[in-house]
């Protein structure tokens, strides 16, 4: 009896433990898959990071490109002279064409030109701004070491109205071959002039250098002489192609240099001359008396004088030619002298006193130094 009690006990114990056995493997196989769902989301938490973090490095990438290109777009818009050919104009297609273009009349004149299907100037800076009542044109080429041209812009555009800026256009065509001066004269108005040439009012040119005829043909009776009167020859040719340029722009064209200085209130003062003017029967309004500054040409007659200069270019300055003109124009066949000349004071009208004074005294033709500044 009493080994069936022990037996009783010893199965009963024998279960108890059998049965806490499988609970403790329940429970660790629970437990076990509880550390494994747990590692998974930790791998799969730590996936999502990396994801999150290479998507980071690919938006931090991206922003930094962006910034970079939108840095360089703005240090090329600032820096325009370190790539003049991208901003060229003459870089349109052979078969573009632009409307009334004035620059057909040159090859009448150079035989070479006819080849070119398009002549333009190479346009650096500018709106190519038209449709105002005055342009004004500045010719500038490269004077050595010295330079009057940022004193000749600062007192144009600065001493002109808000209003009268807007009605207007200043023309600076570079008439230069070389091309570091080109690019000092772009680096120095898109720096001083930024506000001009936003709105459009202020412009930059360069004549292309297939322009010009070869000049090779000039009689020289010495080396200097020569050189003086091709010269003389590349300067006349270099006012008519900035005047076909401005002539579809404005209703009048100025005609000033690159080193003078204009006086205070100066386009107030021309605007209203203009406007007082009773008779429209004027042949261009002189308003400084030296050489060819000051000179207000109707726009509508540009072409008749720049056609009239280009067949004597050869043969005397401009100033020289714009006095013959009247003698040609204005004269009539079997008259005296004294009544032309009487009748050219009815239409070559003189403003007094000037509203420029000259201040170059290097002049643009190498080596020569000129002091009249007349007023």
Not at 170 to 187: G, M, T
Request: charged fraction near 25%; aromatic fraction near 12%; hydrophobic fraction near 40%.
């Amino acid at each position: 009896m009493r080994t069936k009690h022990v037996n009783v006990l010893i199965a009963l114990a024998a279960f108890v433990l059998f049965s806490f056995s499988c609970f403790c493997i329940s429970r660790m196989t629970q437990t076990s898959n509880q550390l494994i769902n747990c590692r998974n989301h930790i791998l799969e938490f730590k996936e999502k990071i990396l994801r999150l973090k290479n998507k980071t490095e690919r938006n931090r990438q991206e922003l930094i490109n962006a910034l970079s290109k939108m840095k360089y777009e703005m240090t090329q818009r600032e820096n325009t002279s370190t790539d003049l050919v991208e901003k060229k104009m003459n870089t349109l297609g052979k078969d573009e064409t632009v409307s009334n273009n004035t620059f057909e009349v040159l090859k009448f004149f150079f035989p070479h030109l006819r080849k070119v299907g398009r002549i333009y100037p190479d346009v650096i800076i500018g709106k190519e701004k038209t449709g105002v009542s005055f342009a004004l044109g500045i010719s500038t080429v490269s004077r050595g070491n010295q330079s009057y041209l940022k004193q000749t812009l600062n007192s144009v555009v600065s001493r002109m109205t808000l209003s009268e800026e807007k009605d207007s256009v200043v023309i600076v065509s570079v008439a230069d071959r070389n091309e570091d001066y080109l690019k000092s004269v772009v680096d120095m108005i898109t720096k001083r002039f930024k506000r001009q040439l936003k709105s459009g009012s202020l412009e930059v040119i360069s004549i292309p250098a297939f322009f010009y005829p070869n000049m090779l043909h000039v009689k020289q009776s010495t080396e200097d002489s020569g050189k003086l009167e091709s010269w003389r020859i590349k300067q006349v040719l270099d006012f008519c192609f900035l005047m076909l340029y401005a002539q579809p722009k404005a209703m009048y064209y100025l005609q000033l240099e690159d080193d003078i200085i204009a006086k205070k209130m100066y386009f107030t003062k021309i605007t209203d001359f203009v406007h007082n003017i009773t008779s429209n029967n004027w042949f261009y309004i002189e308003f400084s008396i030296l050489g060819f500054i000051g000179k207000l040409f109707k726009s509508e007659d540009l072409t008749d004088f720049v056609r009239f200069f280009l067949m004597f270019y050869k043969d005397k300055p401009i100033d020289l030619l714009l006095g013959d003109i009247f003698q040609v124009k204005m004269c009539n066949p079997g008259e005296t002298p004294e009544k032309c000349a009487e009748r050219n004071k009815q239409i070559r009208i003189r403003y007094k006193p000037s509203l420029f004074q000259h201040v170059g005294i290097q002049s643009s033709f190498p080596g020569r130094e000129q002091y009249s500044k007349k007023i």
